[in-house]
């Protein structure tokens, strides 16, 4: 089953992933990355590896794994 792997320190905190997914599955996490932005975490049991997430994001940080 695919995955979806998060660079969490491309992250500006945007949201527009966590707005987009279809299955709740992505939530802003309570820390920051080195750019001061509270970055996204994936729920792995309810991410169906859907791609939602890795299309609208500007920054390029999702990435789909097999």
Known sequence: MEKIKIHTM??????YCVESCP???LAVSAHK?????????VKDELCVACGTCFEVCPDF??????
């Open 33 to 41: 990355n080195y750019k001061g932005y509270n970055y996204v975490e």
């Open 61 to 66: 940080v999702y990435e789909i794994l097999e």
């Open 10 to 15: 491309r992250c500006k905190g945007c949201y």
């Open 23 to 25: 299955k709740h599955a």
